[in-house]
Each structure stands twice: as C-alpha cells, then as structure tokens.
C-alpha cells in the first residue's frame, strides 16, 4: 500500500517535460505541468507555510533556448487566486501571458491555466514568481535559463558547469500576517534573515572541481532587501546581467538588489577546503546574513572546521554606503563587441544617436490615503480592479482604467487610481525615476530591456543628459534608484501589448508602487495593438470582461 502510494506520488511529482515539434518545426515546444501547492518549511528554525511547484521550494527550473516555445500548465491548489509572472522575460507581442494582474484574470482555486509564451534573443538569467498579493513572499518562485543556440558562441570560454542560486530576505512571520500589517498601516519590521536557495544558515552548498570554472546565476528573489554577494577566496567575473553581456569584470563582491539577476564565472583555484558563500544586507540594520559553502570535491567536507574558521561576515566594512554601491552600478556595462545574446538589440544598438520622442518622469511617494499608509507614483496609489486592464482595453470596456500623462500632475492630493500610460509603437522613451524618499527603489518593466543610461544624486533635470554613459550602457529589465537621487533609462518601445512597470520591493508594489505602459499603433483614445498576437483561445475572463468573446467589442473601433 505504501509502495503504491510513493509510486502515485513520485509520478504526480516528477516534473513532467515533454518536447514536441509540431507545424513551426524550427521550434521546439516545452510543455510544463506545474502543480502550486502549499508546504511547510522552517529554512530559519521557525516553520513557515510557503508555496512550492511540483513540491519543491524554489520551484522547478525553466531551461530553455532561443525560439523555444514554453507552455507550462500551472494547476493552483492554493486557497487564494494564484498568478506567476516572468520576471526579465521579453514575452513578445504577448502581455496576454505575462501573468500580472493587469494583464490576466487570476488562476481561481482548484483550477489550471496553460501559459503559452516563446523566448527570443533575452539569452541569460531571469526568474518567475508570483505577482498577486504578497504570494511571492512565501516562495513560489524559481529560476530562469534562456541558452543560445548550440551555434551562437557565448563570449566566454564554456563553464564547466551552470548554477543557479537564489538569494534573498526571508520574514518568519505568514503572508496573511504580513498583509495584516500592511492593511493596518504598519510597515513591515525587519526580516528575520537570509535565505540562499530555499536555506537557512550554511544549509546551501556548492561543489566546485577544482580547476574547473563555474557559471553562478544569482536572482535576487526576496520581499524587500538588497544584498551583498561573494564567496570566500574567490573573484567574481562579472559576464550577464538579464540578458546583457556585460563587459567582463572582477569583482569582490556584487549587489543584488532585489528583482535582480545577474551571472559571474567563478573559477576554482584555490587550495581544496572548504569557502564559505556569504550574502549580506545592504542599507539596513541590524544587517543580516546568509551563510552558504562551497565545497571542493575530494577535499574536506567540514565548513566550520578550525581549519577554515569563521564565515568572514565583516570582511566588507565599507559596504553599507550608498556611494559605493552607486559607483559599483556605474561599472557596469555592455560589451560592445561580444554582441552574441542580443547582436542589435531591438534595433536600437547604437542608442545614443536615436533621438528620445518622450520622456516619462516618475516620481514615488509614501501618502495616506483613507487612513492607510500608501505607495504612489506620480501621485496615485495603483489599484487593482477586478478586470485586467488588457482585457478591458481589447473589449473596450468603459471606466476600469485613467490614461495618464506619465508626468507627475498638480493635484489636490494624493489618491487611488488604475493609470495606464499611453505610449506610441516605435517611440524611443526616456523614462525617470525620481526617488525623493530615504529608501532604495528597485523599478522593473515587463516586456522590455531598457539602457540605463545615468544615475545621479539629487533631482533629475534635463541638463543632467550630459552625464549619461550613451556608449556601452547596460540592457536590462530591473534596475535601483538610491535615496534621494534618480535613475534615467532609454527604452525602444518596439512591443505592443499592456506592460507592468513595477517596483521589484514587494512591500512597496502591494502598497500600490506599480503602473502600466501601454504600447499601441493607435492614437490616446482606442489602442489598436495590430501586431499583437491575438488573445489565446484559453484566456480567462473576469471582472467586466466576464462572457465577453473575442468578436464582442464594446465602445468604438480604432479611428
Ligand atoms: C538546459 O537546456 C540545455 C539546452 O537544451 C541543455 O544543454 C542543458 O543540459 C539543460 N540543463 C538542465 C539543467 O536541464
Ligand atoms: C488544465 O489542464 C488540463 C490537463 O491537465 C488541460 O487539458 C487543460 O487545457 C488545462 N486548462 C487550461 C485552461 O489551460
Ligand atoms: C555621496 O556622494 C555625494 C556626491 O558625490 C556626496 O555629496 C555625499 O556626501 C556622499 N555621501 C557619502 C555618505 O559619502
Ligand atoms: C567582450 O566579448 C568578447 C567576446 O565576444 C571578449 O573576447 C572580450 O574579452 C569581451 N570584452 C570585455 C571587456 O569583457
Ligand atoms: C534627431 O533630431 C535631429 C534634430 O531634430 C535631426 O536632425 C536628426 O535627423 C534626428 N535623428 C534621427 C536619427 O532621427
């Protein structure tokens, strides 16, 4: 009976990966079946329930490769509606996909949904997770490869091996308890640690052969903490950040910060006993750490051992300056030349000497709206309606969203709002954050990779171009704004569809810190994504857009 049972549960368990070739027959196609359920774990001694994929926490890894097709169906146990999102993908032509609320009805309790989505040149390392009520909180998230091609070289010598290690704060306390204090207007204390992998302190291990070197993609997947990231006695070449090739660096140690991925090649060659792999918190107190080790093969096993010593936890006394980690940013940059992820990317390789149609300028603020402490941008609390702002805007449903000027607007004060702001296929975009306040933002765009062209301390001022890198910035789809300073990126908007520009602290995005871009051909007042894919034959309706078909459009065509 028993032996039954383990063979039942072993077949539900084991992820089930099925490659077809169907009519496209360049592509592959890679079907999924994600099972999201509840699990116990106490990574910090304190048992917590958190979510798992096909019971395993982080969930499962999502390898694929350029033109692959990914249809993962993702069955919700839980008891909550449930949606994960692609952090870093480019999902293009398809936001119907991208698993946020504005874009998708949420996968109700006991039901599945099959995402169907094709990766294309985002060659590198990205993450999933879930995007509805502070779920990601409690887990449910896991890493992402996007290869080459076997016939695109990558521009550096093979690794010997591909790791993934996800990095990131962890609270005790359940997510329902976290909600609670942030729906009374409380912000949420300290975490209580840090997790490496799913584990508590000196729990994730590493093997390492020596000689070899090894490829780390490191996600940052917590709540709300930067974080600082080296291994003992060993150099971290810097090679990928969400899909660049960057200029190939030492470095000591490297900042994560949170939504972040990044990957370095470290080699093996030091003496044959055990490192320790330490990752710590930036710019709070008290700070925390994670311990993990790595270990070399055939050598001794024991971390801790005398031989070894202690974890090197204040090694980096420097650390916790805003400057450092803002000149550190500053070093990080393309490379020009290797050009083998993304030869052109969306065209706009040469991005100096395109001419910006637009800027967006972003402003976060903290308010209170109806007694409750809130998140703006611009000066709007982004909420949530129960209908996905592209469904709304496919059928032409009257008054669920504002379109916005992107711009921060005289107003009485700050307010709830569902803003959407508008902008035109092929425009090439400068957008702004501003962050007046005392605590580092993380700002990620669904849909796109943006230059990040400066950073500067005080207010932005469109004098301030003079000091943009408008050579080799980086190309990636998260980035940081330091306190009281601001953050300029460039953005090709070559991908129609609605896309979520969202703050990558959970805290902050639940407290209403997030907007949408929509990307169309047509003017302010209908959108007409004519290049789009159409709206998948299995997409879910909700809200207003309940019984809706795809032939029933309320409200006039496009002009
Ligand atoms: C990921 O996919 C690549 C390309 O198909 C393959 O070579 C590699 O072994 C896969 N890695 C894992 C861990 O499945
Ligand atoms: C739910 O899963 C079944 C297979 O388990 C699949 O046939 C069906 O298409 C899925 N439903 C959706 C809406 O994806
Ligand atoms: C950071 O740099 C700015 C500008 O260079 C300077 O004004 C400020 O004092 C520095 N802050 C610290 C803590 O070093
Ligand atoms: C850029 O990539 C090329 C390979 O395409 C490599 O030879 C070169 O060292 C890289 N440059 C830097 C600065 O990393
Ligand atoms: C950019 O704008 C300048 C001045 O308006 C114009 O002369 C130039 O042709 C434009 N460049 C491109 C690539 O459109």
Same mark, same amino acid.
């Given at each position: 009976?028993?032996?039954?049972?383990?063979?039942?549960?072993?077949?539900?368990?084991?992820?089930?990966?099925?490659?077809? +070739?169907?009519?496209?027959?360049?592509?592959?196609?890679?079907?999924?079946?994600?099972?999201?359920?509840?699990?116990?774990?106490?990574?910090?001694?304190?048992?917590?329930?958190?979510?798992?994929?096909?019971?395993?926490?982080?969930?499962?890894?999502?390898?694929?490769?350029?033109?692959?097709?990914? +249809?993962?169906?993702?069955?919700?146990?839980?008891?909550?509606?449930?949606?994960?999102?692609?952090?870093?993908?480019?999902?293009?032509?398809?936001?119907?996909?991208?698993?946020?609320?504005?874009?998708?009805?949420?996968?109700?309790?006991?039901?599945?949904?099959?995402?169907?989505?094709?990766?294309?040149?985002?060659?590198?390392?990205?993450?999933?997770?879930?995007?509805?009520?502070?779920?990601?909180?409690?887990?449910?998230?896991?890493?992402?490869?996007?290869?080459?091609?076997?016939?695109?070289?990558?521009?550096?010598?093979?690794?010997?091996?591909?790791?993934?290690?996800?990095?990131?704060?962890?609270?005790?306390?359940?997510?329902?308890?976290?909600?609670? +204090?942030?729906?009374?207007?409380?912000?949420?204390?300290?975490?209580?640690?840090?997790?490496?992998?799913?584990?508590?302190?000196?729990? $994730?291990?590493?093997?390492?052969?020596?000689?070899?070197?090894?490829?780390?993609?490191?996600?940052?997947?917590?709540?709300?903490?930067?974080?600082?990231?080296?291994?003992?006695?060993?150099?971290?070449?810097?090679?990928?950040?969400?899909?660049?090739?960057?200029?190939?660096?030492?470095?000591?140690?490297?900042?994560?910060?949170?939504?972040?991925?990044?990957?370095?090649?470290?080699?093996?060659?030091?003496?044959?006993?055990?490192?320790?792999?330490?990752?710590?918190?930036?710019?709070?107190?008290?700070?925390?750490?994670?311990?993990?080790?790595?270990?070399?093969?055939?050598?001794?096993?024991?971390?801790?051992?005398?031989?070894?010593?202690?974890?090197?936890?204040?090694?980096?006394?420097?650390?916790?300056?805003?400057?450092?980690?803002?000149?550190?940013?500053?070093?990080?940059?393309?490379?020009?030349?290797?050009?083998?992820?993304?030869?052109?990317?969306?065209?706009?390789?040469?991005?100096?000497?395109?001419?910006?149609?637009?800027?967006?300028?972003?402003?976060?603020?903290?308010?209170?709206?109806?007694?409750?402490?809130?998140?703006?941008?611009?000066?709007?609390?982004?909420?949530?309606?129960?209908?996905?702002?592209?469904?709304?805007?496919?059928?032409?449903?009257?008054?669920?969203?504002?379109?916005?000027?992107?711009?921060?607007?005289?107003?009485?004060?700050?307010?709830?709002?569902?803003?959407?702001?508008?902008?035109?296929?092929?425009?090439?975009?400068?957008?702004?954050?501003?962050?007046?306040?005392?605590?580092?933002?993380?700002?990620?765009?669904?849909?796109?990779?943006?230059?990040? $062209?400066?950073?500067?301390?005080?207010?932005?001022?469109?004098?301030?171009?003079?000091?943009?890198?408008?050579?080799?910035?980086?190309?990636?789809?998260?980035?940081?704004?330091?306190?009281?300073?601001?953050?300029?990126?460039?953005?090709?908007?070559?991908?129609?569809?609605?896309?979520?520009?969202?703050?990558?602290?959970?805290?902050?995005?639940?407290?209403?810190?997030?907007?949408?871009?929509?990307?169309?051909?047509?003017?302010?007042?209908?959108?007409?994504?004519?290049?789009?894919?159409?709206?998948?034959?299995?997409?879910?309706?909700?809200?207003?857009?309940?019984?809706?078909?795809?032939?029933?459009?309320?409200?006039?065509?496009?002009?």
């Amino acid at each position: 009976m028993d032996l039954v049972r383990l063979v039942v549960v072993a077949l539900v368990l084991v992820p089930c990966v099925v490659f077809r +070739h169907s009519a496209d027959a360049e592509n592959r196609h890679v079907f999924l079946d994600w099972e999201v359920s509840y699990a116990v774990r106490s990574p910090l001694g304190v048992a917590k329930k958190v979510i798992a994929i096909n019971g395993d926490f982080p969930g499962p890894l999502l390898n694929l490769t350029t033109n692959d097709v990914a +249809h993962v169906n993702v069955l919700n146990t839980l008891d909550e509606p449930f949606l994960l999102t692609w952090n870093g993908l480019q999902m293009r032509r398809n936001s119907w996909n991208d698993g946020v609320a504005g874009t998708n009805c949420p996968i109700r309790p006991g039901e599945n949904w099959t995402y169907v989505f094709q990766v294309k040149d985002e060659v590198g390392s990205f993450f999933y997770r879930p995007s509805l009520g502070l779920h990601a909180a409690a887990g449910g998230h896991g890493p992402i490869r996007v290869n080459n091609r076997p016939v695109i070289d990558v521009p550096f010598p093979r690794p010997d091996g591909d790791l993934d290690v996800l990095v990131g704060d962890w609270y005790n306390m359940d997510v329902s308890e976290m909600r609670q +204090h942030l729906d009374k207007g409380s912000d949420l204390p300290s975490p209580d640690g840090i997790l490496i992998d799913g584990l508590g302190p000196y729990e $994730a291990s590493l093997t390492f052969k020596a000689g070899r070197t090894y490829r780390l993609r490191v996600s940052n997947v917590g709540t709300r903490t930067s974080l600082s990231f080296r291994i003992q006695g060993h150099k971290l070449l810097l090679v990928e950040a969400e899909g660049t090739y960057t200029a190939q660096k030492h470095y000591a140690s490297l900042d994560v910060h949170p939504g972040q991925s990044l990957s370095v090649l470290v080699a093996a060659d030091q003496a044959p006993k055990p490192y320790y792999t330490v990752v710590s918190s930036l710019f709070v107190t008290p700070e925390l750490f994670g311990v993990g080790t790595v270990l070399y093969a055939g050598g001794p096993s024991a971390a801790g051992s005398a031989a070894t010593g202690d974890a090197p936890l204040h090694d980096l006394s420097s650390h916790n300056s805003y400057n450092r980690s803002m000149e550190q940013a500053k070093t990080i940059r393309m490379n020009l030349t290797s050009g083998a992820a993304r030869p052109n990317p969306q065209g706009s390789f040469h991005y100096a000497s395109i001419n910006v149609t637009r800027t967006v300028l972003l402003q976060n603020g903290v308010a209170d709206i109806d007694g409750r402490r809130r998140c703006t941008v611009n000066g709007v609390t982004f909420a949530n309606t129960g209908t996905p702002l592209k469904l709304a805007d496919y059928f032409r449903v009257p008054g669920v969203f504002t379109v916005v000027s992107g711009r921060p607007e005289r107003r009485n004060r700050p307010a709830l709002g569902t803003t959407v702001i508008d902008a035109s296929y092929k425009d090439f975009v400068q957008i702004v954050f501003h962050n007046r306040l005392p605590s580092l933002q993380t700002w990620h765009l669904d849909g796109y990779s943006f230059f990040v $062209a400066g950073m500067g301390w005080g207010k932005w001022s469109p004098d301030t171009r003079s000091t943009y890198n408008l050579v080799d910035a980086v190309y990636r789809s998260t980035i940081q704004v330091y306190p009281a300073s601001w953050t300029a990126v460039l953005v090709y908007l070559d991908n129609e569809g609605m896309w979520n520009l969202r703050s990558q602290d959970l805290e902050k995005k639940y407290l209403g810190q997030e907007v949408y871009l929509r990307v169309s051909q047509g003017n302010s007042e209908v959108s007409d994504p004519r290049d789009e894919l159409p709206m998948p034959s299995n997409a879910l309706l909700c809200g207003k857009a309940t019984g809706l078909r795809s032939w029933y459009r309320l409200g006039p065509g496009p002009a």
